[in-house]
């Protein structure tokens, strides 16, 4: 059993910056892999950001790339969301979520194991 919790979230003016991080219990975390996944008032909840249990692999979605770093320490059981350059459409509920089945992480929600509870993101224009 894994719980995850997040923190970080706030509002900020856009071009801003925000970290997130998601801390996890258990003893087990260094062997999932981590996303971070967004969900705007109706949209469909959509990754963002994953990286495999040894932090080796990562993956960004187009709209992020170059803007979001994601890391991982496990050691302190945590993993982060670096937000840089943020932007109005970026506004969204951030939820981590951790996968046991595919080395960086599934594309599909579905198929995530855990996951937290989310935080609020609202970027001002």
């Known amino acids: 059993q894994v719980q995850l919790v997040e923190s970080g979230g706030g509002l900020v003016q856009a071009g801003g910056s925000l970290r997130l991080s998601c801390a996890a219990s258990?003893?087990?975390?260094?062997?999932?892999?981590m996303g971070w996944f967004r969900q705007a008032p109706g949209k469909e909840r959509e990754r963002v950001a994953a990286?495999?249990?040894?932090?080796?692999?990562?993956y960004y979605a187009g709209s992020v790339k170059g803007r979001f770093t994601i890391s991982r320490n496990n050691a302190k059981n945590t993993v982060y969301l670096q937000m840089n350059s943020l932007k109005p459409e970026d506004t969204a509920v951030y939820y981590c979520?951790?996968?046991?089945?595919?080395?960086?992480?599934?594309?599909?929600?579905?198929?995530?194991?855990?996951w937290g509870q989310g935080t609020q993101v609202t970027v001002s224009s």
């Open positions: 258990g003893r087990t975390f260094s062997r999932y892999a």
């Open positions: 990286i495999s249990w040894n932090g080796g692999s990562t």
């Open positions: 979520a951790a996968d046991r089945t595919h080395p960086l992480g599934s594309s599909r929600y579905g198929e995530y194991d855990y």
